[in-house]
């Protein structure tokens, strides 16, 4: 997920912002797509479908073993300790990216644009990013077990994403409206599909939510009660300009 949305996270210093990040995002999704079904089908080769589910929380672990023995799973399980951790790096910098665009259009509170001068990087909203995520993993940790711990954040992860891509496929039809009625392959490629996406999706989304135990559906419960309040903190209180920004469409200059 990160990977595929880190060109527009962290994009102040990209050329041409309007078509690059975009772009980048769309190359990394192939991408992605093509690692995660050729590591899928290796899986699948190395052990047997049964065995692989039944191991499914330490597959990699599981599948080297296999292969090479207890060495070998000993490597793997180093690799994916430290793949977690340079994931929780590039998590706290994409989320401090985010406070600090949030605080420029004054959906936050100023203080978390501040750039250090040193570092050229913004402190408060990297500080704040670091503790949140940490907050939360220790939180998991306490009312859960390890795995359970990584389970649920996964899972919650997954479903606010879920959720994510849906608004975006929608937006995309709204902000493309003309171009969805002005021919078939704008029908097709702006309209079809980004809706299909967001029905498919939200079908996911449903049948997850309908799976989840209590403790993952309090969870995103959680959040997007935060996310409401400081969202009416924003409107009414900091009094973003950002809901008065017009709704854009697109035209032909674009």
Do not use: C
């Amino acid at each position: 997920m990160e990977a595929g949305e880190g060109s527009i996270y962290v994009n102040e210093e990209v050329k041409q912002r309007k078509t690059n990040p975009g772009r980048a995002v769309i190359w990394a999704v192939a991408l992605l797509a093509i690692f995660y079904s050729l590591s899928q089908v290796g899986l699948q080769g190395a052990v047997s479908p049964a065995r692989l589910q039944a191991h499914g929380i330490s597959a990699l672990v599981y599948t080297a073993q296999a292969i090479g023995g207890s060495g070998w799973a000993k490597l793997m399980a180093l690799a994916l300790a430290l793949s977690v951790i340079g994931s929780t790096g590039t998590g706290i910098v994409f989320l401090a990216r985010i406070l600090y665009g949030m605080s420029a259009r004054g959906t936050l509170p100023a203080f978390l644009g501040n750039i250090s001068r040193r570092y050229s990087t913004p402190v408060p909203a990297t500080l704040i990013a670091g503790v949140v995520l940490t907050g939360l993993t220790l939180l998991y940790l306490l009312t859960s077990s390890v795995q359970g711990a990584f389970n649920d954040l996964i899972a919650v992860t997954g479903l606010l994403y879920a959720g994510f891509y849906i608004l975006t496929a929608l937006a995309v039809i709204v902000y493309y409206r003309r171009r969805v009625v002005a021919g078939a392959w704008g029908l097709l490629s702006l309209g079809i599909l980004p809706l299909g996406a967001a029905a498919f999706l939200g079908w996911v989304l449903v049948k997850s939510l309908q799976a989840a135990p209590a403790g993952q559906l309090w969870s995103v419960v959680g959040i997007l009660a935060i996310g409401l309040a400081l969202m009416v903190m924003a409107r009414l209180a900091l009094k973003s300009p950002f809901f008065r920004v017009e709704r854009e469409k697109w035209t032909a200059r674009h």
